[in-house]
């Protein structure tokens, strides 16, 4: 599967993005898919991740109330919202789809990998 990732930009804390992450393919409703996040000098993190449904989702610490993971299986979507930002999510963002069962949060559990978009989040 091939991913475009797409919505980032520059944003004031406290304020709200929605990354978007479309999947070519007609077998997307059968990855599990990820969000990750790498930010300047630091390895790449874990943000949220969704199973293939929709049913059961995952989220880092360092987001669980403020970001919610979605996906649209029928315009082979996954989308991120991020809401009350922080400066510290300033960070390239990456959209991730897995095979591995059971909800992956791992970045060696993702076989496929979209470009990054960019969140910057000014003080």
């Known amino acids: 599967v091939q991913l475009q990732a797409s919505g980032g930009g520059l944003v004031q804390a406290g304020g709200s993005l929605r990354l978007s992450c479309a999947a070519s393919?007609?077998?997307?409703?059968?990855?599990?898919m990820g969000w990750f996040r790498q930010a300047p000098g630091k390895e790449r993190e874990f943000v949220a991740a969704?199973?293939?449904?929709?049913?059961?989702?995952s989220y880092a610490d360092s987001v669980k109330g403020r970001f919610t993971i979605s996906r649209d299986n029928a315009k082979n979507t996954v989308y991120l919202q991020m809401n009350s930002l922080k400066p510290d999510d300033t960070a390239v963002y990456y959209c991730?789809?897995?095979?591995?069962?059971?909800?992956?949060?791992?970045?060696?559990?993702?076989?496929?990998w979209g470009q990054g978009t960019l969140v910057t989040v000014s003080s």
């Open positions: 393919g007609r077998t997307f409703s059968s990855y599990d």
């Open positions: 991730a789809a897995s095979t591995v069962w059971g909800l992956p949060t791992l970045p060696a559990h993702f076989g496929s």
């Open positions: 969704s199973s293939w449904s929709g049913g059961s989702t």
